[in-house]
């Protein structure tokens, strides 16, 4: 009895190691994320595009209707209908 809680408490902790590196890469997207109350949040990288607020490693929209903003590529051109706001591209809308 106690060998099969052993091993199952093992395969638990494997699993937890296992997905771990997943929920980091997915915490770090570079692409805006919704927040509870429908405002965007993207992954600091530098200065904070107009109309978003640095909080912590986050830049965070001011309003729910803001345009969205996306990190500058090295070397690649700004995307149709967008222009450079701090360290982003941010759409026209």
Same mark, same amino acid.
């Given at each position: 009895?106690?060998?099969?809680?052993?091993? @199952?408490?093992?395969?638990?902790? $494997?699993? @937890? @190691? @296992?997905?771990?590196?997943?929920?980091?890469?997915?915490?770090? !997207?570079?692409? /805006?994320? /919704?927040?509870?109350?429908?405002?965007?949040?993207?992954?600091?990288?530098?200065?904070?595009?107009?109309?978003?607020?640095?909080?912590? !490693?986050?830049?965070? +929209?001011?309003?729910?209707? +803001?345009?969205?903003?996306? /990190?500058?590529?090295?070397?690649? +051109?700004? /995307?149709?209908?967008?222009?450079?706001?701090?360290?982003?591209?941010? $759409?026209?809308?």
């Amino acid at each position: 009895m106690k060998l099969k809680a052993v091993g @199952v408490l093992i395969f638990s902790v $494997s699993l @937890v @190691v @296992v997905s771990s590196p997943w929920l980091e890469a997915l915490a770090q !997207n570079p692409y /805006p994320q /919704p927040t509870k109350d429908g405002r965007e949040r993207i992954r600091r990288v530098g200065t904070c595009p107009t109309g978003y607020v640095g909080k912590g !490693n986050f830049c965070e +929209a001011l309003h729910g209707d +803001a345009p969205r903003a996306y /990190p500058k590529v090295k070397g690649a +051109a700004f /995307p149709s209908g967008s222009f450079a706001s701090g360290d982003y591209c941010k $759409s026209f809308r």
